[in-house]
């Protein structure tokens, strides 16, 4: 596969991005890969290499570039009660309409790669960023076909784009992959959510994966990490974009 990371202009800077796609066969559909609170990590570029391999072209940009943070391995050291604190803190620093500024960046980069596909694209985003991704579809119902938030927070919000609201203003397939076990996205918001897409005949799936916890998804979160269940989001994942992006 061919791999870059670039500095990716934005209107606020510019965002390092790592890029992913197939040798062979392009041009291939763009996917969005959003980050979770964590930030940027290996675990995250083998995760857009996973997506790759089956013939995407893989964005997975630094949403953290505006407080100059890549990798939080490169910070001073903290206690752990601290260092949580510092990453909810980058974490609070990003809103949806920022990073809906630097999704339009990312699809505007890509419309110069002969790589990237001007078709049908997706959008995927963990713990924070499923919101992103779910906007993300709103912000370019023309452009993105599909998008996934894997054990998203902040679901059903007061806002005017929560992601149960934001999901009325795309024609995208939408998927929602919830844990059992979840303190940021507990299970009377995961049913509120169900109950709203329901309501407005939204082309979407809110599936509950029982007995795991937030994170299950992620191979280094130690006992967190439900191998079972990361296998089955991987599979709903390369349907979804097969149905959408072929």
Request: glycine share 6%.
């Amino acid at each position: 596969m061919i791999e870059q990371t670039v500095e990716l202009a934005t209107k606020d800077g510019a965002t390092t991005t790592f890029i992913v796609h197939p040798e062979r066969g392009g041009p291939h559909p763009i996917i969005l890969f959003f980050m979770d609170a964590p930030a940027i990590r290996e675990e995250l570029r083998d995760m857009a290499r996973r997506i790759a391999s089956v013939g995407y072209y893989v964005m997975l940009p630094n949403l953290y570039y505006r407080r100059g943070v890549m990798e939080m391995k490169d910070l001073p050291p903290l206690p752990e009660a601290e260092a949580r604190a510092r990453m909810f803190d980058f974490m609070g620093s990003i809103t949806i309409p920022l990073i809906m500024d630097d999704t339009d960046a990312l699809l505007a980069f890509a419309a110069m790669d002969k790589a990237a596909s001007p078709g049908p694209a997706g959008a995927i985003g963990y713990c924070m960023s499923g919101q992103y991704a779910i906007n993300a579809a709103a912000r370019h119902p023309e452009r993105i076909a599909c998008a996934a938030s894997l054990y998203g927070v902040q679901l059903v919000t007061d806002a005017q784009d929560s992601p149960h609201l934001a999901a009325q203003r795309t024609k995208a397939e939408l998927y929602f992959a919830c844990a059992e076990h979840d303190n940021w996205a507990p299970l009377e918001m995961v049913e509120a959510l169900d109950a709203s897409l329901k309501a407005e005949g939204v082309n979407a799936e809110v599936e509950l994966y029982m007995g795991v916890h937030h994170g299950f998804a992620f191979p280094q979160r130690g006992a967190v990490y439900d191998k079972p269940a990361a296998e089955r989001h991987w599979e709903r994942l390369f349907a979804l974009f097969a149905r959408n992006l072929s």
